[in-house]
């Protein structure tokens, strides 16, 4: 794969895209893949392609704001168990 260097960026620039990739969970690079992806998807003719990246954008958020916010009265291993028990049988997984 190709690279660029990219100079002079702005520091509070920076500091937005360190935080961003942080709350994303992705590298610096992968922040910044990510984002021109989406900037230059928005640029295209295509509607639905505008449309999509917004759907994608709204459902991470859904995401964040439901992260850490499972409560349960037992332990997670018996929580675990009550799932895989209320399972119906599906197709084989191995764990």
């Not at 895209?17 to 969970?25: G, K, M, N, P, Y």
């Not at 409560?71 to 599906?90: C, D, K, N, P, T």
Request: glycine fraction near 4%.
């Amino acid at each position: 794969m190709s690279s660029i260097t990219i100079k002079e960026i702005p520091e509070e620039l920076l500091e937005r895209l360190r935080r961003r990739a942080a709350e994303d969970r992705r590298s610096m690079n992968k922040e910044i893949i990510h984002l021109l992806a989406i900037a230059l998807s928005l640029e295209s003719p295509e509607v639905d392609a505008a449309r999509r990246v917004g759907q994608i954008e709204a459902q991470v958020q859904a995401w964040r704001q439901l992260a850490g916010r499972w409560e349960s009265e037992v332990e997670a291993a018996e929580e675990i168990e009550r799932i895989y028990a209320a399972r119906s049988l599906g197709r084989p997984i191995e764990l």
